[in-house]
């Protein structure tokens, strides 16, 4: 059964079917900017046009020829781990679609905040003036970033945490639930904020911060190398039906 997608709104769909993709639908939804018309997930094709979220699966890599033809778009990469994330959206772009802002209507920003390609902005987040949000970022419900804030491509940003005013987070760094960044911190590449934690001043690239006095431990070698090996087999996944 072909998905018919109405000529009105822009149309848009989610690739990944896990939580993340749900709670962003849910957050599409709300902005109502867009007809949200499915999911996408290569994992998932043979079960393309059951229900599922509220709205249906698509299939796969296969359809987007399809579903470009029917005036689809803008997809927006739904998927939970940030390499996976920055890589699909660089091949989304590659065949000519275009990633969406989707913001919440009871998110909160300032004028001048600049949000990137791809990023999601749940309900009750608060965003200060002069601060830019990069590509491909997701900032989880309530979470707060003040002002003057850098927050580098492929960030996730925990429910409930808080960065202080100038901090600047380099991309693929995963702030946890409620943590709590001070100010002027610089959070390196690829850090994990465990849930709770505080982190204060510079950390090193592939941390670990843990607990409210945050204890550091760096990634071992070979936890650095998982991370680049799952991006790839994520993508080998995608393309394996294309």
């Given at each position: ?25 849910d957050i599409v939804r709300a902005q109502g900017e867009f007809e949200f018309v499915g999911f996408l997930d290569a994992t998932r094709a043979a079960d393309r046009g ?100 850098y927050v580098g491509e492929a960030v996730d940003i925990g429910a409930g945490a808080r960065l202080a005013a100038q901090v600047h987070v380099n991309r693929e760094a ?69």
């Open positions: 059964m072909d998905t018919k997608i109405v000529r009105n709104r822009p149309k848009v769909a989610l690739w990944g079917t896990s939580e993340r993709a749900l709670v962003i639908a059951r229900e599922f979220g509220g709205s249906r699966l698509l299939g796969g890599t296969d359809r987007l020829g399809h579903l470009q033809d029917m005036g689809l778009v803008h997809i927006l990469p739904a998927v939970p781990e940030p390499g996976n994330r920055l890589a699909l959206a660089a091949w989304l772009q590659e065949q000519g679609f275009e990633l969406p802002v989707v913001i919440h209507p009871r998110a909160v920003l300032a004028d001048d905040v600049v949000v990137g390609a791809g990023s999601v902005i749940a309900a009750g987040a608060v965003i200060g003036a002069g601060t830019r949000i990069c590509d491909s970022v997701f900032v989880g419900y309530g979470a707060v970033i003040d002002s003057g804030c995963r702030i946890g639930v409620g943590a709590i960044i001070s100010q002027d911190s610089r959070i390196g590449i690829g850090l994990v904020a465990e849930d709770g934690a505080l982190v204060y001043g510079g950390t090193d690239s592939y941390q670990v911060a843990t607990g409210a006095k945050a204890t550091y431990r760096h990634l071992a070698l070979k936890e650095r190398q998982c991370l680049k090996s799952d991006a790839r087999l994520f993508m080998r996944q995608v393309l394996r039906a294309s």
